[in-house]
């Protein structure tokens, strides 16, 4: 597995950086190893799919995972408050980095990742294919 290293820096807008990263490097399919780091502002969509919830203070990210590639990501994240107390849920645009986040992508050999419609859920759904 390659991994690839990289460091978002202040106002950068997660997802929005994990999408280009997967774009720059092609990521056909590829998983969060780790990212460190704090938020100024989270967004995430909870767990009915429906709704947004905006996290207006800063945030220690100790948390997320999910699938990247150039085709979509897929990412969760937890998230720990000033208080102390957690909240987190479905990564959406609008989650912005404070002073840094220090990511890192492991790419999966012989894998791609596709999307495909689900008439179950009603959602466009990764479709895993190996490629070897």
């Given at each position: 597995?390659?991994?690839?290293?990289?460091?978002?820096?202040r106002?950068?807008?997660?997802?929005l950086?994990?999408?280009?990263?997967?774009?720059?490097?092609?990521?056909?399919?590829?998983?969060?190893?780790?990212?460190?780091?704090?938020?100024?502002?989270?967004?995430?969509?909870?767990?009915?799919?429906?709704?947004?919830?905006?996290?207006?203070?800063?945030?220690?990210?100790?948390?997320?995972?999910?699938?990247?590639?150039?085709?979509?990501?897929?990412?969760?994240?937890?998230?720990?408050?000033?208080?102390?107390?957690?909240?987190?849920?479905?990564?959406?645009?609008?989650?912005?980095?404070?002073?840094?986040?220090?990511?890192?992508?492991?790419?999966?050999?012989?894998?791609?990742?596709?999307?495909?419609?689900?008439?179950?859920?009603?959602?466009?759904?990764?479709?895993?294919?190996?490629?070897?």
């Amino acid at each position: 597995m390659k991994t690839i290293c990289t460091r978002l820096h202040r106002d950068d807008d997660l997802l929005l950086s994990i999408r280009a990263l997967a774009k720059e490097h092609h990521i056909a399919a590829g998983v969060v190893l780790s990212a460190v780091g704090c938020i100024s502002k989270g967004r995430v969509r909870d767990a009915s799919g429906v709704t947004l919830r905006e996290i207006e203070e800063p945030c220690e990210i100790v948390s997320l995972n999910g699938t990247v590639s150039e085709a979509r990501c897929h990412l969760h994240i937890a998230l720990s408050k000033e208080d102390l107390s957690t909240a987190g849920g479905h990564l959406v645009e609008g989650c912005i980095v404070n002073t840094t986040c220090e990511l890192v992508v492991g790419v999966l050999d012989g894998w791609k990742i596709g999307v495909e419609e689900d008439a179950q859920t009603g959602y466009d759904e990764l479709l895993f294919e190996a490629t070897e």
